[in-house]
């Protein structure tokens, strides 16, 4: 089956960086455009970024310019580099594969960015 494990989260100060990582099992995963989604409390799930197959990303007004979302197809994984984090960063976020009707989510990782 289909298994999406999000590795990375933690606990940061206001400003720190962190790094997440979501390798992919089950599917063929360089057919499948790839995102980061984040929910914090009390709040919808928004989409942070995504990429393509091809390599092309897209990312969210509010974290422009300070995350990065890369693929390495070979290892099935993808990544999200985060600096200049802040308190409104804070949320659980997940990996999500779609290839036309397909989707697959992964379980999440916990993302606090607090002093």
């Known amino acids: 089956q289909v298994q999406l494990v999000e590795s990375g989260g933690g606990l940061v100060q206001p400003g720190g960086s962190l790094g997440l990582s979501c390798t992919a099992s089950?599917?063929?995963?360089?057919?499948?455009?790839m995102g980061w989604y984040r929910q914090a409390p009390g709040k919808q799930r928004e989409l942070v970024a995504s990429?393509?197959?091809?390599?092309?990303?897209n990312y969210a007004d509010s974290v422009k310019g300070r995350f990065t979302m890369s693929r390495d197809n070979a290892k099935n994984t993808v990544y999200l580099q985060m600096n200049s984090l802040k308190p409104e960063d804070t949320a659980v976020y997940y990996c999500?594969?779609?290839?036309?009707?397909?989707?697959?989510w992964g379980q999440g990782t916990q993302v606090t960015v607090s002093s």
């Open positions: 999500n594969a779609k290839f036309y009707k397909s989707e697959y």
């Open positions: 089950g599917l063929t995963f360089s057919i499948y455009v």
């Open positions: 990429i393509t197959s091809a390599g092309t990303t």
